[in-house]
């Protein structure tokens, strides 16, 4: 039996955006302050960590994020790892979405599998890209450990998937901003072995951000 790829999947760290409550999806928008501050905290955590790739969504958010851990060498970007389209509503705050589009608001919240952003994406067309993106990352390292610096969206997704879970379990996952999953790939079976750990951030304070 071969060793198990072991991977370090990541949400990257605050955006302004994220603190405003505004929807994000493909918009690039670019770390905040406090976002810097949580990537070099992130980057510290694994710091001693023999990782033998760094993979990332590839807007600049997680890219920022990604190469703080990578600190000089490449960072990958994967199509497949790119944040959920939000569609109309990306750029827009959350109170104005839940005022102008209050049904549908409310459907993304009660049952998030049968959502689809205005000409956006839903959960199961994140699935159908991100899963087989992580598997081929898996495939590539036996035996090793990378970085996979992706999105809120995408992460809980894809953790969804690696439990067994159905995307009407999406709001049942936590994802903060710059928090650490560590997943292993062993043959044909994935297993969890940390979830949303956001330890090494005590230093910024308590203020998690899971929007």
Same mark, same amino acid.
């Given at each position: 039996?071969?060793?198990p790829a072991?991977?370090?999947l990541?949400?990257h760290?605050?955006?302004?955006?994220?603190?405003e409550?505004?929807f994000?999806g493909?918009?690039?928008i670019?770390? =905040?302050?406090?976002?810097l501050g949580?990537?070099?905290?992130? &980057?510290?955590?694994?710091?001693?960590?023999?990782?033998? *790739?760094?993979y990332?969504?590839p807007?600049q958010?997680?890219l920022?994020?990604?190469? *703080?851990?990578?600190?000089?060498?490449?960072?990958?970007?994967?199509? =497949?790892?790119?944040?959920m389209?939000y569609?109309?509503?990306?750029?827009?705050?959350?109170?104005?979405?839940?005022a102008r589009? *209050?049904?549908?608001y409310?459907l993304?919240?009660?049952?998030?599998?049968?959502?689809?952003?205005p000409?956006g994406e839903?959960?199961?067309a994140v699935?159908?890209? &991100?899963?087989? &993106?992580?598997? &081929?990352i898996?495939?590539?390292?036996?035996?090793g450990s990378?970085?996979?610096?992706s999105?809120?969206?995408?992460n809980?997704?894809?953790?969804?998937?690696?439990?067994g879970?159905?995307?009407?379990?999406?709001?049942?996952i936590?994802?903060?901003?710059?928090?650490?999953?560590?997943?292993?790939?062993?043959?044909?079976?994935?297993?969890?072995?940390?979830?949303?750990?956001?330890?090494?951030l005590?230093?910024?304070? *308590?203020?998690?951000?899971?929007?």
């Amino acid at each position: 039996m071969s060793d198990p790829a072991r991977i370090f999947l990541i949400r990257h760290g605050e955006t302004e955006w994220n603190r405003e409550e505004v929807f994000r999806g493909r918009k690039d928008i670019p770390l =905040g302050e406090r976002g810097l501050g949580q990537a070099r905290l992130l &980057a510290e955590r694994l710091r001693g960590t023999r990782l033998e *790739a760094v993979y990332s969504s590839p807007l600049q958010r997680a890219l920022q994020t990604a190469r *703080a851990i990578a600190a000089g060498a490449e960072v990958r970007a994967v199509d =497949g790892l790119v944040d959920m389209s939000y569609g109309e509503w990306e750029g827009l705050p959350l109170t104005e979405v839940q005022a102008r589009w *209050a049904d549908l608001y409310a459907l993304w919240q009660e049952r998030p599998e049968s959502f689809e952003a205005p000409s956006g994406e839903t959960l199961e067309a994140v699935r159908a890209r &991100a899963l087989p &993106a992580l598997e &081929a990352i898996a495939q590539a390292h036996g035996g090793g450990s990378v970085a996979v610096v992706s999105h809120r969206v995408v992460n809980k997704v894809l953790l969804c998937a690696i439990l067994g879970l159905d995307d009407s379990h999406f709001w049942e996952i936590r994802q903060d901003t710059a928090c650490l999953n560590v997943i292993e790939r062993d043959e044909a079976i994935w297993i969890v072995r940390l979830l949303n750990d956001t330890c090494h951030l005590r230093e910024l304070g *308590a203020d998690r951000r899971d929007f």
